[in-house]
């Protein structure tokens, strides 16, 4: 795949303004004309590589603000914040939203800020107000890397390196690096060792253990993740540190999150994985095989796949239980209602997945707002159960615009620019009037009920 151009006129922008210098003087020191830079600080060219270039060489400062330090997270970021039902008569196009972001960066940061901070509160009272989701935190700093850690991926691609030379077995060579790099052994225990736990680090009898219950991908997903934490310890620093949470739940949330990463991008190494994604056409079946990794494992990998100059598709990836409830979500460049909104449409068949267990269920929807995505939806277990037998399931659901997705192997035979299943974010934010599904009636539409007449459609009201 090719890079996607980098738009960074706001960061551009605020490094003019922090050495003091006009568009003039900066022009002049990086050897392009003023009109040009002045272009670029609108956002209306992107930064190039030789640009990029100078501007580290002459300014010695980190390449990686340009693309992580976008004003609200970015356009995707500020468009699922504008999705908000409070803004729905605002209608705020992506041009409007550009040119808002390329205008006034800082009051674009300070809306994010204000929205994010009332977004994240729960009940509270004004003697003890409440604080911040943790995990709305951290989504909210994922997101603005775009889960994407160059960092991480090259540590991580090194290391790969350095084990594949070493041993063509992955567990194996990740046990003996722990071994004898770290003093630290790997033990398998019974489940009624382990009743509630899928791993354990044991410091005083230098051991990694493991449940029974993990299967072989899960396994060395968990040595993969214990190197993370040993080796990759000032890069995950660096990037905590970066995010200034200054809440200690958040920071442990996203240590995790950056010790998965590392984990996933050592067993799925950037270039390999991308490569057989292209090969394949992104054959999730085809390249998890290829790779020893569980789907689940695979669909996260493929989120983080945003290296400048080697993109991967901009998937999202939600994972839902059966009551629609989504414990994970990353957005991509997804509608941000279909990704971030609390409610779920039964039309999706996200909730047919868990019928088809173990089956990849291909879907074409469309949004109110005409927006097209194809969807993956599969259905399974997850790793080890309680000692009551019960055992979680979940449904794992990757999407792509529709514009792109002709590139799948799981579209073929699928007619992309075809009807699409109308969908929407669960009734109370939906507009469509003819669902006869609907169970709820949207927020702020008042209901109408006639004495003489019965509609198909139960819950009839007024047009916005």
Request: net charge positive.
């Amino acid at each position: 795949m090719g890079g996607a151009k980098l738009i960074a006129g706001h960061a551009v922008r605020r490094l003019r303004r922090q050495h003091g210098l006009s568009q003039a003087a900066m022009a002049e020191m990086l050897a392009i004309s003023p009109s040009y830079l002045n272009l670029i600080e609108r956002n209306q060219r992107p930064v190039s590589a030789a640009l990029l270039v100078r501007l580290v060489e002459t300014f010695d400062f980190d390449p990686r603000a340009l693309a992580a330090d976008a004003p609200g997270g970015g356009t995707a970021a500020m468009r699922r914040r504008l999705a908000d039902p409070m803004f729905a008569d605002l209608e705020i196009d992506r041009t409007e939203l550009e040119e808002w972001l390329a205008a006034a960066p800082g009051g674009a940061e300070a809306f994010a800020r204000a929205f994010d901070r009332i977004a994240g509160v729960g009940e509270a009272t004004a003697a003890a107000p409440a604080a911040p989701d943790p995990t709305l935190l951290v989504r909210r700093e994922i997101e603005r890397w775009r889960n994407h850690f160059p960092d991480l991926d090259a540590a991580a691609e090194g290391l790969a390196d350095e084990l594949r030379m070493a041993a063509g077995d992955l567990y194996g060579a990740l046990a003996e690096r722990l071994r004898v790099r770290h003093a630290l052994t790997i033990r398998i225990l019974p489940i009624d060792i382990l009743p509630d736990l899928l791993t354990r680090l044991d410091l005083h009898a230098r051991q990694l253990q493991l449940s029974e219950m993990l299967e072989a991908p899960a396994r060395v997903f968990a040595l993969a993740t214990q190197l993370a934490q040993l080796e990759a310890r000032a890069e995950i620093d660096a990037l905590a540190r970066g995010a200034a949470f200054g809440d200690r739940i958040a920071e442990r949330l996203f240590r995790r999150h950056l010790q998965r990463y590392f984990a996933a991008a050592l067993i799925m190494p950037y270039a390999r994985v991308l490569r057989a994604c292209e090969a394949t056409g992104y054959d999730l079946e085809i390249v998890a095989r290829r790779f020893g990794v569980s789907y689940e494992q695979l669909a996260h990998r493929l989120t983080t796949l945003g290296r400048v100059g080697a993109r991967g598709l901009p998937f999202f990836l939600m994972r839902v239980d059966r009551a629609g409830q989504v414990s994970k979500r990353y957005a991509g460049s997804a509608n941000p209602v279909l990704v971030e909104a609390e409610g779920r449409c039964p039309l999706w068949t996200v909730f047919a997945a868990f019928e088809r267990v173990g089956e990849a269920v291909f879907q074409l929807v469309e949004m109110p707002d005409g927006s097209r995505f194809a969807t993956i939806a599969l259905a399974g277990n997850r790793a080890g159960r309680s000692m009551s037998g019960v055992t979680a399931r979940f449904a794992l659901v990757l999407g792509l615009e529709a514009g792109l997705a002709g590139q799948l192997a799981a579209a073929r035979g699928h007619a992309l620019t075809g009807p699409a299943t109308p969908i929407g974010p669960g009734c109370r934010h939906c507009p469509r009037p003819a669902c006869p599904q609907r169970s709820l009636p949207p927020i702020s539409r008042a209901l109408i009920v006639g004495e003489r007449d019965r509609p198909i459609n139960a819950l009839v009201f007024a047009p916005d």
